[in-house]
């Protein structure tokens, strides 16, 4: 007993050092811990409105930049479809789905204004009297069609032609008995 209340103040005095010690640590630490969460707040505020405004501005960006792409292209369509000049090209410079889509269309372009162009000198050369010329374009679908007709019309102007050639030639001989066979 007489051990226990010598050390025991002495005890509870380094307690109570202890403990004030830890109060001033305390009191020293937490006003910076306060300070630094503050600013850990007031740092994730503005982050938070950094991404809230980047956010924004890539949602009106991205759809602007789509719909002026498409925009693009749709007036370009009009200009063909107005004009009938299959020689207006789109914007196919962009490295996104627009600028495929642009490449698209300058290649439908290209096929219809290239069969165009064969088509007439056909008829040209058939209007000149020369049936030796075809549309010799590769080309798919409807265009290949119309390739086939105008094809097949200058084959049967070049028959026709031939046949009514050796009528006049056998009417010139003095044979008057031949007939076309066409």
């Not at 009938?84 to 372009?109: C, K, P, T």
């Not at 096929?111 to 010329?133: D, L, P, S, Y």
């Amino acid at each position: 007993d007489t051990q226990l209340a010598v050390i025991g103040p002495q005890i509870a005095s380094w307690s109570e050092d202890i403990k004030s010690s830890i109060r001033a640590e305390q009191d020293r630490i937490g006003p910076m811990v306060q300070a630094l969460n503050e600013n850990i707040i007031s740092t994730l505020i503005v982050i938070s409105i950094i991404i809230a405004v980047l956010s924004t501005l890539v949602a009106i960006f991205i759809p602007r930049t789509i719909a002026n792409g498409l925009n693009s292209i749709q007036q370009n369509l009009a200009k063909v479809s107005d004009t009938g000049d299959f020689s207006i090209r789109a914007n196919e410079s962009r490295q996104d789905e627009i600028g495929a889509m642009g490449h698209s269309v300058n290649q439908l372009l290209a096929n219809m204004q290239g069969a165009i162009n064969e088509a007439n000198k056909v008829v040209t050369a058939i209007a000149k009297g020369q049936f030796n010329q075809r549309v010799e374009m590769d080309l798919n679908g409807d265009l290949n069609t119309l390739k086939e007709g105008i094809n097949n019309s200058a084959d049967s102007v070049d028959e026709t032609m031939r046949e009514l050639g050796q009528v006049m030639q056998s009417m010139n001989d003095g044979n008057f008995d031949v007939s076309m066979n066409v």
